[in-house]
């Protein structure tokens, strides 16, 4: 039966999908086949171990018995009556604070109070703070005053030179007026020295003062002036020179002026150029006769070149007597100055004994100046290393400057103590050229007064040789005028760039106003102005 009846619903199918009412109807079309997903393998769960078994613990010893303490020896107390003065002046202290106890807050006078501690304890550091900071002002105070001291000091002593120097300028266009038969001018310059206060020259201006009076027909107050010398310095190397010449002023006196005076100098000085050419030698008693007596400057120091020139003993042996003082002091420093112009072994020897003998400050320092002038650098040396007198052992290291002595002078610093002789030194090695050793005062010197002294030179030096260390050198300087000068040095080498590179690191207010100040002023530098108005434009 199941047979037949599934064979009865196909038919039945089949005749309604035969159907033309069923072909009407639109097939559903087939969904997509759905991609089957690949199966995850199955992770292997590990499999662990089992636990080992803990070990047995094992079993504690038995505790040591501890013996019994050892009873202390019986002693005694020490004496404490030595402390007595001391619990004494404790006692005393606490009298003075006060009771200890408790206070209105927290504790009392001992212990902390409203201001964290009690009121008299808290006034004894307020006053032992008061006295440390009175101490430390009073030291300030002396600090400062010594520097005053030792600035004014300073700047005495820069005033003696700077007067001694106004002086010799005057004294020395004195002798170029005599030489150029400017005599109005010359009585002048003369006067000057005789005025000055504590002048040291007094006796040669007022010899040369009445030569060109009696030049000037004026042998009425040339006299007052050669008399005046006589009476004031009966001692001076110029009174020969002095008596002579008023002889020749009391001769001339009341006469006119005459031309033939100055044709007979003329002459003589042609006569004296002939000379040099022909026979020195044959001119020896007239040249020594016009040394000994009262001819112009011009004509006794061609007269003095003229025995310079000569190889003969006569001549060698007046040009020595002059240089060793056989004349006025003009004459003998101009004789000393031909000795060092021509500066062979024994002229070098003559002047050392001259040196030796002299206690004349003025000949002594002409005698450095011939030593630099003849390349005498050992007996320099020896001079700056021994010489008593400061300012002659100053002239001396001065001296060694031109003479190109870079590292004596830097071994002779480094030995110096004296501030002054110091400074020298550092003035030498600026004109010797020696930047790197000024670098080295300026990086590693105590000293402020000496660091500012060799940035001041370092300054005035090439801004190849020396910017860039002037900049190094204010980044790492502490003291604001040590700053100061190095500010300066930069300006004076119109080193725009160095200057605006540390005024742009710069946070003192003050030091950088004085830069821009100084910047202010270099305006034909680009970086300069650039850097103006870099300012103007924030």
């Known amino acids: 039966m199941s047979v037949v009846k599934n064979v009865g619903r196909a038919l039945i199918m089949s005749a309604i999908l035969s159907s033309p009412a069923f072909a009407q109807v639109p097939r559903v079309p087939e969904a997509p ?3 089957v997903v690949p199966r995850v393998p199955e992770v292997p769960m590990p499999v662990f171990p089992p636990m080992p078994m803990m070990p047995m613990m094992p079993v504690m010893p038995a505790m040591p018995v501890i013996p019994p303490m ?8 020490p004496d404490l009556s030595a402390l007595e003065p001391m619990l004494a002046d404790l006692d005393s202290m606490l009298t003075r604070i006060g009771p200890i106890g408790p206070g209105p807050v ?5 212990g902390p109070g409203p201001m964290g501690f009690g009121p008299k304890i808290a006034g004894a550091f307020d006053e032992q703070r008061s006295r440390d900071d009175e101490q430390r002002q009073r030291e300030d105070e002396a600090r400062q005053r010594a520097d005053e001291e030792k600035q004014r000091a300073e700047e005495a002593k820069q005033r003696e030179a700077e007067r001694r120097q106004r002086i010799d300028e005057s004294y020395l266009r004195g002798q170029e007026s005599l030489e150029r038969r400017a005599w109005a001018r010359a009585a002048d310059s003369f006067t000057r020295v005789i005025e000055a206060e504590n002048s040291t020259r007094v006796d040669a201006a007022l010899y040369w003062k009445a030569y060109a009076l009696d030049k000037l027909n004026q042998q009425a107050d040339a006299l007052v002036a050669v008399q005046d010398l006589i009476k004031r310095y009966p001692q001076s190397r110029w009174i020969a020179d002095a008596k002579a010449l008023e002889l020749q002023v009391r001769q001339n006196a009341g006469q006119s002026p005459r031309p033939q005076d100055q044709s007979d100098e003329e002459l003589k000085l042609l006569a004296i150029q002939g000379l040099q050419q ?29 025995l310079a020139q ?14 060793k003082g056989g004349s006025n002091p003009d004459v003998q420093r101009r004789a000393i100055q031909y000795l060092g112009q021509h500066g062979s072994s024994e002229n070098r020897a003559i002047l050392a004994e001259i040196y030796a003998s002299t206690s004349d400050v003025d000949i002594k320092r002409a005698i450095l100046r011939s030593f630099m002038v003849s390349g005498d650098k050992a007996r320099m040396l020896s001079l700056a290393a021994t010489e008593k007198n400061p300012d002659l052992r100053q002239e001396a290291v001065r001296q060694l400057g031109p003479m190109g002595a870079r590292e004596e002078l830097w071994q002779m610093y480094q030995k110096e103590s004296s501030v002054d002789v110091k400074r020298q030194i550092l003035g030498a090695l600026f004109v010797s050229g020696d930047s790197a050793h000024l670098i080295d005062v300026a990086n590693t010197e105590q000293n402020v007064d000496l660091r500012r002294r060799a940035i001041q030179h370092l300054g005035t030096m090439g801004r190849t040789s020396t910017g860039e260390a002037l900049v190094g050198i204010y980044a790492k300087e502490k003291d604001v005028d040590v700053k100061r000068s190095v500010i300066n040095g930069l300006f004076v080498q119109n080193n725009a760039e160095s200057l605006v590179a540390i005024a742009r690191k710069e946070t003192d207010p003050a030091l950088k106003r004085e830069m821009v100040s100084k910047l202010s002023l270099m305006t034909k530098s680009k970086v300069a102005m650039d850097y103006l108005m870099e300012i103007l434009n924030k």
């Open 70 to 77: 050892p009873m202390l020896p019986d002693f005694e107390l």
């Open 33 to 35: 086949m759905v991609p």
């Open 106 to 110: 927290g504790f009392g006078p001992i």
């Open 278 to 306: 022909a026979d020195p030698e044959q001119a020896v008693p007239m040249l020594e006769k016009i040394l000994q007596g009262t001819a112009s400057p011009e004509l006794k120091a061609r007269a003095l070149f003229v």
């Open 310 to 323: 000569s190889n003969s003993p006569r001549a060698r042996q007046v040009l020595t007597a002059v240089a």
